[in-house]
């Protein structure tokens, strides 16, 4: 049911109708934020990434060529966005600055200090894996990697998290 109308807003949405791509933009809204966040760490960079993915997928949504990779196409987009304003905050920013985290969520606080507590070469893959629900193999095609790889870092997150909450725990005894 839910695949039929994605569809129907694509078609609609490839036509250039704007209330169709603001819906479809709206049903995938969170997902952009997860991973926007999980790259970013920063409200306001995570805003402006989807804010600039948002327009980008409007601008060449004519270049997409199977609907049923529109996410996968969305998420790389997205991730683009993410890294060019990591790249441009770097260079404005003290480091300090940067790492600072953004939401002050309890409920989310956690699960985005253990998210921070990974390399990002494990962070990305974690994030779209449990938090977008992308299987290893579109997780490859995102981010331009084997599979195995994808594997290897979902394997060596997880075990990084256990060791995180593992010290977190010990340290509340």
């Known amino acids: 049911m839910q695949d039929k109308k994605i569809t129907n807003l694509m078609e609609k949405a490839k036509g250039h109708d704007p209330a169709a791509f603001t819906e479809l933009m709206q049903f995938y809204l969170k997902d952009m934020y997860r991973t926007a966040i999980a790259v970013l760490m920063n409200d306001e960079d995570a805003a402006d990434a989807i804010q600039d993915t948002i327009l980008a997928c409007w601008e060449k949504l004519g270049t997409l060529r199977k609907k049923e990779l529109f996410k996968t196409w969305m998420t790389r987009i997205l991730l683009n966005k993410c890294y060019d304003i990591r790249r441009h905050r770097f260079h404005i920013a003290e480091p300090e600055e940067y790492e600072e985290p953004a939401v002050n969520d309890a409920y989310h606080l956690e ?25 290893c193999k579109e997780i490859a095609e995102i981010l331009h990697i084997p599979e195995s790889t994808v594997q290897t870092r979902l394997h060596r997150g997880r075990e990084r998290l256990a060791e995180y909450y593992g010290e977190r725990k010990g340290s509340m005894t």
């Not at 699960?111 to 299987?135: C, H, N, Q, T």
Request: aromatic share 20%; glycine share 8%.
């Open 111 to 135: 699960w985005k200090e253990a998210l921070s507590a990974l390399d990002e070469k494990y962070r990305i893959p974690v994030m779209l894996f449990y938090g977008e629900g992308y299987k």
